[in-house]
């Protein structure tokens, strides 16, 4: 063979070789592009929940003046946050974090559900919203109802529409009227708080519980039990001077 046709061969053999390599990398690029659009069609994100990053109305709670950001169902992270608790619920793990629940949908994926009736979780997400109905609390975040049982609080249907609901702002002050309209004074069950010592959202929630215990205790008064707005108001006076003291010495500014 000639050397003229030995280096014809040579360069008809390197164009097929650059045109593979070009298919391949244009098959990669496709492919990457096509794994972003997934991802933004489903919301995913590599890193955990972070409520600043969806300061949009779409996102807000505002229910019963709840005012805090989750975000949609579907949505998918990387990692579950920090301090996050794991109920097991019919032999799937859930995970539980600043009210919001999640499902592993495989590795690094952590998909935002709705939580099953039925399901228990030893304490409520640190921000929540506190309603009476028919003299029974609800504890609302999230689109979802708590009520407490022991050994925690479980998660239960919307109270019915028709029902009487009256809601406590974490900055109420007592409501001159029962739920049930037997007179009487519907009781203060939140305190705002802020953390000094920089605790994690279950720390607070894990403190709030203990002085809530604690106050109980002292106060002969647990606004959480049904016949807590039959209380008097000395109790319930005792009850958030006893929360306030517990909170305070826990490094939490009261107010």
């Given at each position: 063979?000639?050397?003229?046709?030995?280096?014809?061969?040579?360069?008809?053999?390197?164009?097929?070789?650059?045109?593979?390599?070009?298919?391949?990398?244009?098959?990669?690029?496709?492919?990457?592009?096509?794994?972003?659009?997934?991802?933004?069609?489903?919301?995913?994100?590599?890193?955990?929940?972070?409520?600043?990053?969806?300061?949009?109305?779409?996102?807000?709670?505002s229910r019963y003046h709840h005012n805090h950001y989750y975000p949609p169902l579907g949505f998918a992270f990387g990692v579950v946050p920090a301090g996050h608790i794991v109920v097991r619920q019919g032999g799937v793990s859930l995970y539980f974090a600043g009210g919001v629940w999640y499902s592993a949908g495989g590795p690094g994926r952590f998909v935002v559900v709705a939580p099953p009736l039925g399901v228990v979780v030893p304490v409520l997400p640190p921000f929540y919203a506190t309603v009476w109905?028919?003299?029974?609390?609800?504890?609302?975040?999230?689109?979802?109802?708590?009520?407490?049982?022991?050994?925690?609080?479980?998660?239960?249907?919307?109270?019915?529409?028709a029902a009487t609901v009256v809601e406590l702002p974490p900055s109420s002050r007592p409501v001159q009227q029962s739920p049930s309209g037997a007179g009487g004074q519907i009781p203060f069950a939140q305190l705002s708080t802020y953390p000094n010592l920089g605790q994690s959202q279950?720390?607070?929630?894990?403190?709030?519980?203990?002085?809530?215990?604690w106050a109980v205790g002292q106060s002969g008064y647990d606004p959480s039990l049904s016949?807590?707005?039959?209380?008097?108001?000395?109790?319930?006076?005792?009850?958030?001077?006893?929360?306030?003291?517990c909170l305070s010495a826990r490094g939490y500014t009261v107010w």
């Open positions: 063979m000639s050397s003229w046709a030995t280096a014809s061969r040579r360069r008809a053999l390197d164009f097929v070789s650059a045109m593979i390599l070009a298919i391949s990398v244009s098959g990669v690029v496709s492919t990457s592009h096509a794994d972003e659009y997934r991802g933004r069609e489903h919301g995913y994100r590599e890193h955990e929940f972070r409520e600043r990053e969806f300061h949009q109305r779409a996102y807000l709670d109905v028919g003299g029974m609390p609800y504890y609302y975040a999230n689109n979802t109802y708590y009520i407490q049982r022991p050994p925690g609080y479980v998660v239960v249907s919307p109270p019915p529409p279950q720390q607070q929630a894990k403190d709030r519980y203990e002085c809530h215990r016949n807590g707005p039959g209380a008097t108001e000395q109790q319930m006076n005792g009850y958030r001077a006893s929360m306030s003291a």
